[in-house]
């Protein structure tokens, strides 16, 4: 029977490409198992010791920590869960970096008088950015009756998923779009923006989930290079707004409803949208747009008497 080679910490050190403190730190935290001892009590290791020690080099080469590498080691299942994890957060950094770049083109490409403002801007939005803030503000002007469901529907269509890879202008319109949405006077009594009906006197859910079928429709319609005339996505949104009052579409209703679409716009709304819109994703319907577009269309047929 051959006798396994056993070798000492520094050999397995040299064969491993490491130091010696390296390998005498796994050591004590059990990560590297010994073969034995020599008689003057010096460390022993074979070949099972080296194949761990190259494994814990190259999990160590992906950036996991040692916390990390030592789950590996134990559960094989952990593997997939550590990589999910650091890609994720390298997802994270690799997005604030592209975020950086573009901010600091933003900066290097403006004229000198507009710096200043643009950098107060840009380090008022945290760090990685994200959308909370334009949340919170939608979460202030939304009816406090609606479901929780329908909340977060409305939340994912007009809250804008930041650009992976942002351009400097997109840095602009969302720092800008923060300020916005981040400023307490939007938030002062009287500076709210005005409900879409008067409060009390609709059913908030059955609004907000008939105007989401009327997004829908118009922006099929828009992308089908089809007006948005009488029928189809006008007749729906109309329609929203009505059965949330709980009456019936007419030419009078229609009339009516034309002030207090305007009403519930208001600058703080077309502001929002302005800049928003520039942050969806290319053929992303945006429903500020698609709401001005419909609001116009029925404006444009109760002037023409035509309903």
Not at 15 to 41: H, M
Not at 44 to 68: C, F, M, N, T
Not at 178 to 193: E, K, N
């Amino acid at each position: 029977m051959v006798s396994e080679v056993l070798w000492s910490i520094g050999e397995l050190a040299r064969r491993a490409g490491v130091s010696v403190k390296t390998v005498r730190y796994y050591s004590d935290r059990g990560l590297l198992p010994e073969a034995g001892r020599s008689s003057g009590g010096h460390r022993r290791y074979g070949a099972g010791a080296l194949d761990r020690l190259l494994l814990i080099r190259s999990l160590r080469g992906l950036d996991l920590s040692v916390p990390e590498v030592e789950r590996v080691l134990e559960r094989d299942e952990a593997l997939e869960e550590v990589v999910s994890g650091q890609l994720r957060e390298l997802g994270s950094r690799l997005a604030a970096l592209r975020w950086r770049e573009a901010s600091l083109r933003l900066l290097q490409d403006c004229p000198p008088g507009e710096r200043a403002e643009r950098l107060r801007l840009i380090g008022a939005v945290p760090v990685p950015p994200d959308t909370a803030a334009p949340a919170r503000f939608w979460r202030r002007i939304l009816p406090v009756r609606l479901p929780a469901r329908v909340v977060s529907t409305v939340l994912d269509s007009v809250v804008p998923r930041l650009p992976e890879e942002p351009s400097p202008g997109q840095v602009l319109d969302f720092a800008r779009l923060h300020a916005l949405v981040s400023d307490p006077r939007v938030h002062l009594p009287g500076s709210r923006p005005a409900p879409p009906l008067p409060d009390g006197e609709y059913r908030p859910a059955v609004l907000y989930e008939g105007l989401a079928e009327a997004y829908a429709l118009a922006s099929a319609e828009s992308a089908a290079g089809r007006a948005l005339r009488e029928g189809g996505a006008l007749d729906c949104f109309v329609a929203a707004y009505a059965h949330a009052r709980g009456t019936v579409d007419s030419p009078g209703f229609r009339r009516g409803l034309l002030p207090l679409l305007a009403r519930s716009e208001g600058p703080v709304i077309t502001r929002y949208w302005k800049l928003a819109t520039g942050l969806f994703a290319p053929g992303e319907p945006v429903l500020g747009a698609l709401h001005h577009r419909l609001s116009v269309a029925l404006h444009v047929q109760v002037e023409a008497g035509s309903c």
